[in-house]
């Protein structure tokens, strides 16, 4: 039987930070298990090719049907293989509020301020711009400016601008409101996901063991003590032995659907799938939240934008060209290449909305084709009320878990919607993007509640940031404790967007790379 020192289930954000970091001095064996391929291919790496994305490099979960969203089911894609979700995601680098994490301290998360884990963000990052107080200029994440954004997307910023919104240049730094351009995780023209900056670097050192095609099925337990775990891959099944313990980072989804197959969930629910209950923690897999979005969508006569035409079709192909040469050129778009904070409602304690704009229509994440030119615009709830659960499917490790987000049942989520939409087309109504005269694909009386509601709950859905399902807390019933260690049972721990006590204001993948960071400093303590 293999065994290591420690075990990392899942090499996505939070696991690759974790196995890389804790692999790196070569004091420790470290095993990363990953039940994807290892994602080095040309549809990953390349930017503009993540309408592309391999099949097998993403999960495409559904979610239940959503009463919020009019009984329909909402998409839930989730990467799988090395680099998890930051291997399809859109690269935005983002971090959230300052507030959030100050807010995580005082729900009892001793040890999060924001003061606590800017040196973790700074660690992590590489910025081009270079180290400030802020940011960090030798971390294993590259993160870049955007050198071929769409003309578009400076005109959203500058539309914004007429508003007297403003400009901000990095809402990373000092301030997070105002609007801009993203900063992306992406290196040289290619994305640089967290696996290509904390696992592959590291490949070959003998004292670290990556496996990808590897499925974990359930934590082996012994004695109330995480001893190793049983994987299904093209070997056959087996049980690998951690020595020291198990890190879990499986991802929103994956964290409590692996724990819930090893017995520690609620009770009840594990008993109707047949499941021996090591410990009934009934906050496993609740407290789901996301962040609910609405795309709004405008057609122009402009080519300007991506979109599908003769001209649109021989540009992207002299693009892809440029790209496979140079990796430069409009080939590597994030899509979402613009975007902003803002407050909406008098009594948020930082920005409630966040706005992305994509140089190109949206249907239905991208998954429906649209005729012609033009642009889209999210705007999501940072801080919604609306709480889900993640539940077994079945006890078969291989089956996908049920999703439910629950997504817009508090009508406070409602309300900050409802403003967010109404600011999105007053930047559109503005000048420079208004002189581009855009069709409105979805015209409704913007003045009127009802009608705004229908359409929001008809066409609203995710943008792809689901946490809290292995919630942390200072208190005896979250899953685990500040030092990202689980209270039901010893030698495990939890590292990835599933510990989140409350959803981030922004994007998740560099909140998971940093609590990946943090996790890795915990276990080398406790060993
Ligand atoms: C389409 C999309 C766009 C996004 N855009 C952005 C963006 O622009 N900016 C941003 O900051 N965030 C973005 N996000 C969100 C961000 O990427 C994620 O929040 C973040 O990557 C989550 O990290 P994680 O470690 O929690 O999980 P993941 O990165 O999802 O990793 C979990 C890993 O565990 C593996 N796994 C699961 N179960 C098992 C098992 N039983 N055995 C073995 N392996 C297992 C999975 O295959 C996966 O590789 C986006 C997400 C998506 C899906």
């Given at each position: 039987m293999q065994e290591f020192d420690i075990i990392v289930i899942g090499g996505g954000s939070g696991g690759s930070a974790a196995a890389g970091r804790l692999a790196e001095d070569g004091k420790r064996t470290v095993c990363l298990l990953e039940t994807g391929g290892s994602n080095d291919t040309v549809r990953v790496k390349t930017p503009g090719f993540m309408p592309f994305i391999p099949r097998g490099s993403n999960y495409r979960f559904e979610t239940v049907p959503q009463a919020g969203l009019k009984g329909r089911t909402g998409y839930q894609p989730r990467g799988r293989g090395l680099g998890g979700s930051s291997a399809i995601n859109a690269m935005v680098y983002i971090r959230g509020n300052q507030w959030d994490y100050d807010n995580w301290a005082e729900l009892g998360c001793t040890g999060w301020s924001y003061e606590d884990v800017l040196p973790y963000f700074r660690r992590s990052e590489d910025n081009e711009r270079g180290a400030n107080d802020f940011h960090g200029?030798?971390?294993p994440l590259h993160v870049s400016d955007q050198r071929w954004p769409n003309p578009g997307s400076r005109a959203f910023v500058e539309s914004a601008a007429a508003l007297q919104l403003p400009v901000n240049d990095d809402f990373n730094g000092a301030k997070q409101s105002g609007f801009g351009l993203y900063q992306v995780t992406q290196y040289k023209g290619e994305r640089w996901s967290a696996a290509r900056a904390y696992v592959e670097p590291l490949r070959g050192k003998p004292n670290f063991s990556i496996r990808t095609g590897?499925?974990?099925?359930k934590l082996v337990i012994e004695d109330g003590r995480v001893t190793g775990v049983q994987v299904m891959s093209g070997r056959g099944r087996e049980t690998l032995r951690a020595r020291g313990g198990v890190i879990v980072s499986a991802g929103a989804f994956g964290s409590p659907q692996v724990l819930m197959l090893s017995g520690i969930g609620p009770a009840a629910h594990l008993k109707e799938h047949g499941i021996e209950v090591v410990a009934d923690v009934p906050a496993v897999g609740s407290d789901l939240q996301d962040h609910p979005d609405y795309v709004s969508s405008w057609e122009t006569a402009s080519t300007d934008f991506f979109g599908s035409s003769l001209a649109g079709t021989w540009r992207m192909v002299r693009a892809i060209a440029e790209h496979r040469r140079r990796r430069t050129g409009i080939m590597t778009t994030p899509f979402a290449e613009a975007g902003g904070f803002w407050t909406v409602m008098p009594d948020s304690p930082a920005p409630d909305v966040q706005w992305h704009f994509v140089p190109a229509m949206l249907e239905n994440h991208g998954r429906e084709k649209v005729k012609g030119h033009g642009f889209s615009l999210h705007a999501c709830v940072l801080r919604p009320e609306s709480r889900g659960t993640v539940r077994l499917g079945s006890a078969l490790p291989s089956d996908a878990p049920v999703i439910d987000p629950n997504f817009l049942d508090d009508d406070r989520d409602m309300a900050v919607l409802r403003a967010g939409v109404r600011l999105s087309h007053r930047i559109v109504e503005s000048p420079p993007l208004s002189d581009y005269a855009p069709k409105d694909r979805?015209?409704?009386?913007?003045?009127d509640d009802d009608a705004l509601d229908d359409l929001i709950r008809s066409r609203a859905d995710t943008v792809y940031h689901p946490v809290g399902t292995c919630r942390m807390g200072g208190d005896a019933d979250s899953v685990v404790d500040p030092t990202l260690k689980a209270r039901s049972v010893d030698g495990l721990w939890v590292a990835d967007a599933s510990i989140m006590p409350r959803l981030v204001s922004g994007n998740t993948n560099a909140p998971s790379i940093m609590i990946g960071e943090r996790c890795a400093d915990f276990v080398k303590a406790a060993l």
């Amino acid at each position: 039987m293999q065994e290591f020192d420690i075990i990392v289930i899942g090499g996505g954000s939070g696991g690759s930070a974790a196995a890389g970091r804790l692999a790196e001095d070569g004091k420790r064996t470290v095993c990363l298990l990953e039940t994807g391929g290892s994602n080095d291919t040309v549809r990953v790496k390349t930017p503009g090719f993540m309408p592309f994305i391999p099949r097998g490099s993403n999960y495409r979960f559904e979610t239940v049907p959503q009463a919020g969203l009019k009984g329909r089911t909402g998409y839930q894609p989730r990467g799988r293989g090395l680099g998890g979700s930051s291997a399809i995601n859109a690269m935005v680098y983002i971090r959230g509020n300052q507030w959030d994490y100050d807010n995580w301290a005082e729900l009892g998360c001793t040890g999060w301020s924001y003061e606590d884990v800017l040196p973790y963000f700074r660690r992590s990052e590489d910025n081009e711009r270079g180290a400030n107080d802020f940011h960090g200029g030798k971390g294993p994440l590259h993160v870049s400016d955007q050198r071929w954004p769409n003309p578009g997307s400076r005109a959203f910023v500058e539309s914004a601008a007429a508003l007297q919104l403003p400009v901000n240049d990095d809402f990373n730094g000092a301030k997070q409101s105002g609007f801009g351009l993203y900063q992306v995780t992406q290196y040289k023209g290619e994305r640089w996901s967290a696996a290509r900056a904390y696992v592959e670097p590291l490949r070959g050192k003998p004292n670290f063991s990556i496996r990808t095609g590897t499925l974990v099925e359930k934590l082996v337990i012994e004695d109330g003590r995480v001893t190793g775990v049983q994987v299904m891959s093209g070997r056959g099944r087996e049980t690998l032995r951690a020595r020291g313990g198990v890190i879990v980072s499986a991802g929103a989804f994956g964290s409590p659907q692996v724990l819930m197959l090893s017995g520690i969930g609620p009770a009840a629910h594990l008993k109707e799938h047949g499941i021996e209950v090591v410990a009934d923690v009934p906050a496993v897999g609740s407290d789901l939240q996301d962040h609910p979005d609405y795309v709004s969508s405008w057609e122009t006569a402009s080519t300007d934008f991506f979109g599908s035409s003769l001209a649109g079709t021989w540009r992207m192909v002299r693009a892809i060209a440029e790209h496979r040469r140079r990796r430069t050129g409009i080939m590597t778009t994030p899509f979402a290449e613009a975007g902003g904070f803002w407050t909406v409602m008098p009594d948020s304690p930082a920005p409630d909305v966040q706005w992305h704009f994509v140089p190109a229509m949206l249907e239905n994440h991208g998954r429906e084709k649209v005729k012609g030119h033009g642009f889209s615009l999210h705007a999501c709830v940072l801080r919604p009320e609306s709480r889900g659960t993640v539940r077994l499917g079945s006890a078969l490790p291989s089956d996908a878990p049920v999703i439910d987000p629950n997504f817009l049942d508090d009508d406070r989520d409602m309300a900050v919607l409802r403003a967010g939409v109404r600011l999105s087309h007053r930047i559109v109504e503005s000048p420079p993007l208004s002189d581009y005269a855009p069709k409105d694909r979805y015209p409704i009386d913007l003045n009127d509640d009802d009608a705004l509601d229908d359409l929001i709950r008809s066409r609203a859905d995710t943008v792809y940031h689901p946490v809290g399902t292995c919630r942390m807390g200072g208190d005896a019933d979250s899953v685990v404790d500040p030092t990202l260690k689980a209270r039901s049972v010893d030698g495990l721990w939890v590292a990835d967007a599933s510990i989140m006590p409350r959803l981030v204001s922004g994007n998740t993948n560099a909140p998971s790379i940093m609590i990946g960071e943090r996790c890795a400093d915990f276990v080398k303590a406790a060993l």
